[in-house]
């Protein structure tokens, strides 16, 4: 999906390091756009309503050899805890079917399934929500 520029311009992105190596990173985001990189088609990068809408959480990645370490769960917090803080009284995300049970772990529900194609062949993914 590649890197998504916004995440970092609205300051909404965190990096998790260990001894100067990448261990993973993610952020929130206040706009519309669910999951993808910049030149992913169907961006939407118009502002979300904080009493009505649910932040997103986007670009979650651990680094081959830090799963199951807690690097995920750390920056899931900081970035429930942002959005928290900015007058979010819940968050969503698209996840993978690989990341579905860290997600659900740390309190996520499903609310839609649905596969994405875009780039060929079609890959499942799955919205989940909480509140905060």
Not at 22 to 47: I, K, V
Not at 107 to 124: K, S
Request: charged share 25%; with cysteine.
């Amino acid at each position: 999906m590649g890197l998504d520029s916004q995440l970092i311009a609205d300051r909404t992105y965190f990096i998790v390091e260990e001894d100067g190596r990448l261990a993973g990173c993610g952020g929130w985001s206040r706009r519309a756009t669910a999951y993808g990189g910049d030149h992913s088609p169907g961006r939407d990068s118009a502002l979300l309503n904080e009493a009505r809408d649910a932040a997103k959480i986007r670009a979650m990645y651990t680094a081959p050899g830090f799963e199951r370490r807690g690097v995920a769960r750390l920056i899931l917090s900081l970035c429930e805890s942002a959005a928290r803080s900015t007058g979010f009284a819940k968050v969503d995300l698209v996840a993978t079917m690989s990341g579905k049970p860290l997600y659900e772990v740390c309190g996520y529900h499903p609310l839609e399934a649905f596969h994405d194609d875009r780039a060929g062949e079609p890959v499942p993914l799955l919205r989940m929500g909480k509140a905060l």
